[in-house]
């Protein structure tokens, strides 16, 4: 599966974004699909994901209560709106694909470009 991540853009703190993760395919309801990210300097780590079905996500502390994963497998579609963004929110996020939901980054095979978040305080 290829995974294309966007959205990522310019916003001020407090405000929202929605990052896209459309996979090509005809398997992509097959997959578990996750957001990490990575800051400069730092290692990339877990924000958000969702399993094949839709029926369970999880959240990183971190971002729990702000940032919400859904998926619309007809539209070979992941979402992730952000709302209330933080100045350490900043970072490229990445979406990748596996066929089980983990919080560990090397469980994953298939991944995204990457698309730039920058959130001035």
């Known amino acids: 599966v290829q995974l294309q991540a966007s959205g990522g853009g310019l916003v001020q703190a407090g405000g929202s974004l929605r990052l896209s993760c459309t996979a090509s395919?005809?398997?992509?309801?097959?997959?578990?699909i996750t957001w990490f990210r990575q800051a400069p300097g730092k290692e990339r780590e877990f924000v958000a994901g969702?399993?094949?079905?839709?029926?369970?996500?999880s959240y990183a502390d971190s971002v729990k209560g702000r940032f919400t994963i859904s998926r619309v497998n007809a539209k070979n579609t992941v979402y992730l709106q952000m709302n209330s963004l933080k100045s350490d929110d900043t970072a490229v996020y990445y979406c990748?694909?596996?066929?089980?939901?983990?919080?560990?980054?090397?469980?994953?095979?298939?991944w995204g470009q990457g698309t730039l978040v920058t959130v001035s305080s």
């Open positions: 990748a694909a596996a066929f089980r939901l983990t919080w560990t980054r090397d469980d994953y095979e298939y």
């Open positions: 969702i399993v094949r079905t839709g029926g369970t996500t």
């Open positions: 395919g005809r398997t992509f309801s097959s997959y578990a």
